[in-house]
Nanobody
Framework: VQLQASGGGLVQAGGSLRLSCAAS????????KGWFRQAPGKEREFVAG????????YYADSVKGRFTISRDNAKNTVNLQMNSLKPEDTAVYYC????????????????WGQGTQVTVSS
């Protein structure tokens, strides 16, 4: 089972990036998915989560109104559209799948991708 995140890069403040996470080895159509991030010297923090049928999505207060999580179960992918990026969004972004309970708690996720670096310059 593998989750492969992509789409990170360097962008100026106010710009946009779209992260994508592709799953292989099994399908994740019946489990929730999420995105987390970790900046240097900080703990991993929740960014966004989405239920299996996309009927509910959850966001950290710091990204509400700027980030949008979506998923394509036919392609076994989950995406994170990031707009109006700020320097404080700089971090390694991780996709995850299979939460049990609270989508914002990283310890509840069973599967993790390797991370993709997002750097926002001021």
């Amino acid at each position: 089972v593998q989750l492969q995140a992509s789409g990170g890069g360097l962008v100026q403040a106010g710009g946009s990036l779209r992260l994508s996470c592709a799953a292989s080895g099994r399908t994740f159509t019946s489990v929730g998915k999420g995105w987390f991030r970790q900046a240097p010297g900080k703990e991993r923090e929740f960014v966004a989560g989405i239920t299996p049928s996309s009927d509910y999505s959850y966001y950290a207060d710091s990204v509400k109104g700027r980030f949008t999580i979506s998923r394509d179960n036919a392609k076994n992918t989950v995406n994170l559209q990031m707009n109006s990026l700020k320097p404080e969004d700089t971090a390694v972004y991780y996709c995850a799948a299979g939460p049990r309970g609270d989508y914002s708690d990283y310890v509840r996720y069973r599967y993790w991708g390797q991370g993709t670096q997002v750097t926002v310059s001021s």
